[in-house]
């Protein structure tokens, strides 16, 4: 399966979400970059937001990822619940 | 028992359907042709718009949001970044050369896709589309504006930025980036979205944004940084719609495949011509280097690109023909630029140099099969030509290519030693072109591509000096009238940086800011 | 004519009203003495609560929306600063040691601080002084957290912040800051807002926060930078409430002036002994110097304070007489703190150094009465040992004064070759103190002073060793057991910076930072 | 008479604020400082609303000035048009 990505900025706002989508991806792979870390998986890369929401411990709305996203690779599908970036193929 | 239930909130998908669908209407006393003018003459055939949807599904009311957020990020960090001197702390003061390429050739770039998602996204007969590239143009004039303010501090220091809008129209190299833009918001809306939505933002923006600014933050440019990756969050949202666009498009009819192909495969050449400056800037520019070129292209493009197209397979789309020829260039391209430029340096609005030591070691590290047979002897050469009192200033003009506009400097696929050279007779005139591929993109719409507006033929027409000059008169110097047409101050703004002002004043400010005495 | 006419909003004066003495009320069921249990033994006459206003008229909804907006603006310029690896911006590693004292001496304070407004501020019948009370109780949390947020990135580089609060509470020259603070909470209320409202917020925090922080923005640490100028904006309102606070007790009763008297020379002698940190700081502690303690003293305490004290002499109150002493020390202050911290380099949780040539000439340029003849030939002494290999680090116990904790390091007023030394007996012990303030503060509160938690005797009694330490096996080493008890390793936390770790890493990744190979 | 002081940060949002404080107090003079302005006067120095307004083109609400003050000198009175910094004496 080709791999989907996606970076986002390196500071504190990202962490836990880094950390959240290390927890749900098993074959997510971090690429630290100079001030942006890329996350790498095997065709498929999920965000949840509870995940997030459990270790930051407060609510959080996926569409913030907006502010701290630099790019991605996949196609992508957004709910309320969670951010897929997947390739079919 | 009796609770009382909250109301539960719409959820994204229907909050999306209601903001955008929701809001659209069905005209009654005007024809769909007359509102919709340019959605048919492509030939592109769309047969249900409401397939169209924004995988965000970003609404206006949650865009300004957080949009806001990002502008109020953004100001604060150039703010305190200026009332810093933050300036100083680039690695060192040939990092301020990218700025300068960055202004002038990429930031008037975004005001015109400001105009042409504007322009595009009224021609849609569907409101999704139409929501999400009012978003985009919006995003746009956005980073225009953002990246004048963030480099307007450095205008207070360096030379070179002082009428950026200016150069862009008129300085030689810059109709290669200008061309570009041009060329796709004179397309039919869906060859825009298709040239600058998909090629360009998909496959491309992120070998100018992504590697190249995080290569900035490590070069002390906390400014770049920050505008960088304001602008590059929009861009996740630019390459999501750029893939729906093509799959949306893709799905509606299969006449449309072949169509499409053919503009994938013009613009992914166009943009890649166009990156040339990019690879010169992450090679060459960056006194800190942070990844090459090369890597660049690999992760951004064969990587990842081979995956989308593997992924776009199922529509009868294949990775365009021209990633052969990119495959063979990429040992090349950013040495060939940077030649090139350090040969012209006398007209343009940024300085060049001849790397160092241990910098001509990275290159050849990055680039084994390429640097020390080809170019390392080259510079070399030049290094002591310079050290002589000889540096070189190229003062003839080159030819350049008919699409692309760029000089003639490629070589041959295959054989670097030679230059590519194509020609294509039109009408009774002949053509030069750069490659194959910029060719093949003038045969397909010669009317389009005679109209260029090509720097060198221009100077040579006497239309690139101030209004009443006389080229006749003895002793006419025609660079000197050539950079005052620019609004480019000989010995100040262009030239080698060993001998620029930048490099005296950055040498001599950053003393004070360090030392005592 | 039929206009609608818009409702008038309240304006700042009434809506400040509204939202304090509007929102106050008489209670019925208890009794004031009750409630308010402190108002009254510290001899200060209240007759209208009402008098007392805000100059800002700031009320808690406006507090919030502007708190947020520095927040945020704060946190984007830490985050950013973060990301771009900024800590390799400053001058050079000597400056990250102003960082550490600021974050162990300075930092613990601004929580004490918010426990003493809260505190305060509950104890006083008046609803205006109430608010302005919690507002700079919030303020003051915010400023301890923000500045533990903005060194946290710091401490993931360089050693001796690694457990600030344990140091604070322990160290022997922390106990200078703590001990200050220590005493103005546990006096009454009137006395803590003449204390730390007026005598150090007005007269003092400008040398800390104002010549300070804008000398380390301009040595490239923009995380001080923005944290120092966010807490100092509030800061600008804290002066506003110190001054408000004694025109408001002065004009209600002429009693209350000598009792004020007392408190501006007793917290004005204090402040500025806690303050010879700041001196040193500023003087040999930034390695761009941007204005000597000599000159901030001279703008801030010395034309400032003046044109303050002229003002309020219209009620009776005078410059305080310490301000006399003061003026002869301020050409040696600096100097005598840094030898002090020189020698005591094995014990401390930051490093000292000898200044450079460039240095020393600075120094004699802002000091020409003092530099030159006393402390340069001591100097260049201990430069030269330290070349040949005898670094003095001094490992006896000094003798501390008991009021303000600091050694007996200065001199007799006007006589700088001569150490000052005053004692008094009280109830069988004798007590030794730096100077007739300090011995004067004692002798009006003996009961109070008596019980200090004095560093050296801590030790000397066995009280700052780990738990378990027997000092009587042989070969017993009291420093290495203090520095145990500390938390600091020796060799890393502590002694010269040319031997630091810091240094040496520093320049390992700035190197990094900026070469390719 | 004594000098009061107003102290800014050196921004985009003060340079306006500080071109009307000039425009509205004869006495004033700047001294500019790293990283911060610091606005002297003789006894007294007013900030305008008005001409901030007029300055800047937008409606202006003079508490937001404590977000880029630093410090100040002198006995303060604020009202919805004027901020006053004076000595008595």
Request: one cysteine or more.
């Amino acid at each position: 399966m080709s791999t989907v990505f996606l970076a986002l900025q390196t500071n504190e706002e990202t962490r836990p979400i880094i950390e959240a989508i290390l927890q749900d991806n098993p074959s997510a792979v971090v690429d630290e970059q100079p001030a942006m870390v890329k996350i790498n998986a095997d065709g498929r890369l999920v965000v949840r937001r509870q995940t997030i929401e459990e270790l930051t411990g407060r609510d959080y709305d996926l569409q913030e990822l907006q502010v701290n996203m630099i790019t991605m690779s996949g196609n992508l599908d957004q709910t309320d619940d969670e951010i897929t970036l997947f390739w079919k193929a | 028992m009796d609770m009382t239930v909250a109301k539960k909130k719409l959820g994204l998908k229907e909050r999306y359907a209601v903001m955008t669908r929701g809001l659209d209407w069905t005209p009654s006393y005007q024809k769909m042709e007359d509102i919709y003018p340019y959605i048919a003459y492509e030939g592109i055939k769309i047969h249900d718009w409401d397939k169209w949807e924004d995988p965000f599904r970003l609404t206006m009311d949650a865009y300004w949001k957080y949009q806001a957020e990002k502008e109020r990020k953004l100001y604060s960090v150039l703010d305190a970044f200026t009332q810093n001197n933050g300036h100083l702390n680039v690695t060192d003061a040939r990092y301020l050369n990218t700025v300068k390429l960055f202004l002038s050739g990429i930031s008037p770039l975004e005001y015109v896709a400001h105009r042409g998602f504007a322009h595009a996204g009224r021609q849609f007969p569907g409101p999704g589309p139409r929501v999400a590239c009012l978003m985009q143009s919006l995003d746009e004039i956005r980073h225009a504006q953002t990246q004048v303010h963030a480099v307007s501090n450095y205008n207070k220091y360096y030379n070179g930025m002082h009428d950026f809008h200016h150069a862009h129209d008129r300085v030689w190299f810059l109709s290669v980036p200008k061309s570009f833009f041009d060329d796709a918001i004179t397309a039919g809306p869906f060859e825009f979205m298709v040239s600058i939505g998909f090629s360009f933002e998909y496959v491309l923006t992120n070998l100018l944004f992504v590697p190249f600014v995080s290569g900035a933050a490590y070069n002390g440019d906390m400014a770049a940084m920050t505008f960088g990756f304001s602008a590059q969050s929009d861009e996740a949202r630019h390459m999501t719609l750029g893939l729906e666009v093509i799959k949306f498009i893709l799905e509606q009819d299969p006449d449309n495949v072949p169509i499409v192909q053919r503009w994938i495969d013009k613009w992914t050449w166009r943009g890649y011509r166009v990156l040339t400056l990019v690879a010169m800037m992450m090679d060459y520019m960056l006194p800190k280097r942070t990844m090459s070129w090369k890597e660049s292209w690999e992760i951004y493009f064969e990587e990842n690109g081979g995956a989308l197209f593997k992924d776009l397979a199922r529509y009868g789309i294949k990775m365009p023909q021209c990633a052969e020829q990119i495959a063979l260039e990429k040992d090349h391209l950013s040495h060939q630029a940077w030649s090139t430029f350090y040969n012209y340096a006398a007209a343009a609005n940024f300085h060049t140099w001849m790397p160092d030591e241990d910098e001509m070691e990275w290159l050849s590290a990055k680039y084994p099969n390429s640097f020390d047979k080809l170019y390392r002897p080259r510079y070399e050469f030049w290094r002591e030509q310079a050290a002589k009192g000889n540096r070189f200033y190229n003062k003839t003009l080159p030819m350049l290519c008919q699409t692309c506009q760029i000089p003639m400097i490629f070589t041959e696929p295959g054989d670097p030693t030679k230059i590519c050279y194509r020609e294509v007779d039109y009408k009774g005139d002949k053509y030069h072109f750069c490659s194959d591929h910029c060719k093949a993109i003038f045969e397909h719409e010669p009317e389009k591509y005679v109209q260029a507006w090509l720097p060198v033929h221009q100077i040579y027409q006497g239309n690139c000096f101030p209004e009443g000059t006389d080229p006749t008169v003895e002793g006419f110097d025609p660079l000197a009238a050539v950079l005052k047409y620019y609004n480019l101050e000989h010995g100040r703004d262009n030239l080698d940086f060993d001998v620029s002002e930048d490099k005296k004043n950055f040498a001599e400010w950053r003393g004070q800011a360090t030392k005592n005495i």
